[in-house]
């Protein structure tokens, strides 16, 4: 069994509790406008040509965006940071992309994880059939869903995709009853406004159990990436939020009784 991989990130502390280690998974079914991780879309490993600068001298050189596994060779990499885990009452992060989308690989690592006691996070995108995601819940023991748009309309604009079966998907894990923070992209322009926010706290408080938000800004990280890799650019010229607009959202969710975070 093999899974195609394109970042691991070791000592991780925003993407679940204790120090982690951050496997991002290659593929996925949405194309967010302010995606990040743009080379992180399709399940196909590639290569690019990437111009340096080095004492004065251009050079050129080869990069590989994605990397085969076999389930034996990620558990050796996960295990290298089990002092951490211990010490910090972290464990292990599943990210992409959608790392549901590699759902048998997926399960054997979450099986092995289980066999030795770590703790498992899984960031989704809630956009997998219900079935996959109700079995790996079973070997999760938090996930991080992103919820981004209410409006199915806007959603599908700015996605790709329907929204529905990602909230009937995030619907289930919580009468599942099992640990899951919100993560909400704040993104200028097209869901900081109050119609969104006050619609996503009118689903949020229908759920079972108020759920802890993680607050994300976009920032303009990953805008190079995408004339590397020649991919349109949809976010030219929108600015990065302000801090008081960050923190007036901050207090909608506050003054409706969630635990919030920004950043990570």
């Not at 195609?4 to 509790?17: E, L, M, N, R, V």
């Not at 619907?171 to 406004?193: S, Y």
């Amino acid at each position: 069994m093999l899974g195609t991989i394109f970042d691991i990130k070791h000592y991780a502390i925003h993407d679940g509790p204790g120090i982690r280690q951050t496997v991002f998974l290659k593929g996925c079914p949405l194309s967010c406008w302010w995606c990040h991780n743009p080379e992180s879309r399709g399940r196909e490993i590639f290569s690019y040509e990437k111009e340096e600068s080095i004492d004065g001298r251009k050079v050129h050189q080869i990069d590989t965006i994605g990397k085969q596994y076999a389930v034996a060779g990620l558990m050796t990499e996960i295990e290298k940071d089990l002092i951490f885990f211990e010490e910090s009452g972290g464990g292990i992060t599943f990210s992409g992309g959608e790392p549901l989308l590699q759902f048998d690989f997926l399960m054997e690592v979450l099986e092995k994880c289980k066999q030795k006691s770590i703790h498992t996070c899984v960031d989704t995108t809630g956009f997998v059939s219900s079935e996959k995601m109700k079995k790996v819940a079973e070997l999760t023991d938090l996930f991080l869903f992103d919820l981004k748009i209410v409006d199915d309309e806007l959603h599908q604009k700015y996605t790709g995709i329907s929204n529905h079966l990602i909230l009937e998907n995030l619907q289930m894990l919580d009468k599942l009853g099992k640990d899951i923070w919100i993560r909400f992209p704040l993104i200028p322009g097209i869901n900081d406004d109050e119609s969104n926010i006050f619609r996503m706290l009118e689903f949020l408080n229908h759920l079972q159990k108020k759920h802890p938000v993680q607050i994300l800004p976009y920032h303009k990280i990953g805008k190079h990436k995408y004339s590397r890799f020649g991919i349109d650019y949809k976010m030219e010229g929108v600015e990065e939020s302000s801090l008081q607009h960050i923190d007036k959202i901050n207090n909608y969710f506050k003054e409706a009784g969630f635990e919030v975070r920004v950043g990570g």
